[in-house]
């Protein structure tokens, strides 16, 4: 996906964004910008407007502000929790090839794409309800991955599997990152992957609570303001 | 068979064709049951046409456009009473589509009937085919992705409101063209059973497709057999007139039980 915008320096500079949705004000006021090959985090409690940070970014929920994207820019989306219906007659090899229609990008190297995410030729032809939670992802992620992007942006991209399986796919999107010199922007709730992977972290209570290099800018009176209660748990993981 | 016969004929195989098609993306979608009462709404445009001596098809298709609308408006939307709405109009409308429906048209405007077809109809109704396959083919690929997650399709630079307009469209032809052969009551289920066979017995977008165009085929010819070598039927002292709509809806629901069977056992 391509959209325009008028900054080139940046992949991506963002001045005074509100978005207000059924009159609640859910993001007032927010400036930042991405640098290409930079990999930020967006942390912040339930509620903070993440997701619908990253729907904006996509011109898929209305907004006020600016948002520019560089006019070379090339977005792939890993959307947050997405539900397989079972019974749905669909593999990721189709939906591969229709996203390859779609934007006009040749469909021969899918097979190649769906291996660096470790999905296998089978895999690719099993309808997409009977993978399993880390396979359904990993093909989110190749999905997102389809016609260059330079830039990703993902939502949660663990939220609907388990532990030990999350921690590959966080080695996984770093990997791609790092092999493709993507840009990326990562709703997380994990602080152990941002403080390993992040090049820069935006804390996001309806406002901008910090915005800075992890180990800057996440001080504990942050954390404390950002999580209030559970900031326990985050300052443990840190630990 | 008069060549007229052989008209009405072809253009009912190549509607359950159509109907086959439409009718697995609209199971996927889980739109089987909206588009059911769809076809509902046909009525008070029959009714209406026939009241004032139009063309029926006419007035069923200015029912359909205006309904069409309004589901997509309602999708739209994407209000929890979206459900409620359609529920609450779609049965007003048919039971305003009976109220004014002449009574001796009333059974066949229902259930359908066998009709002899003219040339310049059966050329309109095969352009409106053509449409459908057209739109099928050459849409499928952005058909496939909203029906995945209208987020990632929207994402990817589709315009999702669009999709969904065009495939209602297309959906509402579909009804407009059984409707002849079909009825009110009947037609959404020739998009929706032979789906639902298509889905039993295979596991991948292009059998399923296939087989659920070629269940519809199978339906319409079964019926039109059926009531050509056995217009009625007489059991003891009872004796039962076979309409056609009934009866392919029929052989569609046989072949769905043999095709829910082979997949149980």
């Not at chain 1, 904006?56 to 929790?81: H, T």
């Not at chain 1, 469909?107 to 794409?113: G, M």
């Not at chain 2, 309904?67 to 609450?88: E, M, N, P, R, S």
């Not at chain 2, 002899?116 to 095969?126: D, E, H, R, S, Y």
């Amino acid at each position: 996906m391509s959209l325009n915008g008028s900054e080139s320096v940046n992949l991506l500079t963002v001045k005074n964004l509100s978005v207000q949705i059924e009159r609640k004000l859910i993001i007032e006021n927010l400036s930042f910008e991405l640098a290409a090959g930079e990999k930020l985090s967006v942390l912040g409690p339930n509620g903070a407007g993440k997701t619908i940070l990253l729907r904006a970014l996509l011109r898929l929920a209305p907004y006020s502000g600016e948002i520019n994207w560089a006019p070379d820019v090339r977005i792939g989306y890993v959307p947050q929790k997405l539900e397989a219906d079972r019974h749905l007659a669909l593999t990721y090899r189709d939906l591969f090839a229709a996203k390859c229609k779609t934007i006009n990008v040749p469909a021969n190297d899918i097979a190649r794409i769906g291996e660096s995410v470790g999905l296998t030729k089978e895999m690719l032809e099993t309808p997409v309800g009977h993978l399993s939670g880390g396979q359904f992802q990993r093909g989110l992620i190749a999905f997102a991955l389809i016609g260059q992007p330079n830039v990703l942006l993902l939502d949660e991209p663990t939220a609907s599997i388990d532990e030990p399986g999350e921690e590959h796919i966080y080695e996984l999107i770093s990997r791609l990152e790092d092999q493709f010199g993507l840009a990326s922007i990562m709703v997380s709730h994990d602080l152990s992957f941002v403080y390993r992977y992040a090049t820069k972290v935006l804390c996001l209570n309806k406002r901008s609570v910090c915005i800075g290099s992890p180990q800057v800018a996440l001080s504990p009176e942050v954390l404390k303001n950002l999580y209030g209660e559970s900031y326990a748990y985050y300052e443990h993981t840190h630990a | 068979m008069t060549t007229q016969e052989i008209y009405a004929t072809v253009l009912a195989l190549l509607t359950a064709l159509a109907a086959g098609l439409v009718g697995s993306f609209a199971q996927m979608k889980r739109m089987s049951l909206a588009g059911d009462v769809i076809s509902h709404v046909a009525l008070p445009g029959l009714g209406l046409a026939l009241l004032f001596g139009i063309n029926p098809l006419i007035g069923a298709a200015v029912a359909l456009s205006l309904g069409t609308l309004l589901i997509w408006h309602l999708q739209k939307g994407g209000t929890l009473t979206t459900d409620v709405a359609i529920g609450v109009i779609f049965t007003a409308a048919l039971a305003i589509g009976t109220l004014v429906t002449p009574s001796e048209d009333l059974i066949e405007a229902l259930f359908g009937g066998f009709q002899n077809l003219t040339l310049p109809a059966f050329l309109v109704g095969i352009l409106l085919i053509l449409v459908i396959l057209i739109y099928i083919y050459t849409s499928r690929h952005k058909l496939i992705l909203r029906i995945f997650s209208p987020e990632l399709a929207a994402a990817t630079g589709i315009n999702v409101s669009r999709v969904d307009l065009y495939f209602l469209l297309v959906f509402s032809t579909t009804v407009l063209l059984g409707l002849r052969f079909l009825g009110a009551l009947l037609v959404g289920a020739l998009i929706i059973v032979p789906a639902a066979i298509g889905r039993q017995v295979t596991n991948t977008l292009s059998s399923f497709l296939t087989a659920s165009a070629l269940a519809g085929v199978v339906s319409v010819a079964g019926g039109l057999v059926i009531t050509h070598y056995y217009p009625s039927l007489t059991i003891q002292t009872v004796t039962i007139n076979l309409a056609l709509g009934p009866t392919v809806i029929s052989v569609a629901t046989l072949l769905f039980m043999f095709s829910f069977l082979r997949k149980k056992i």
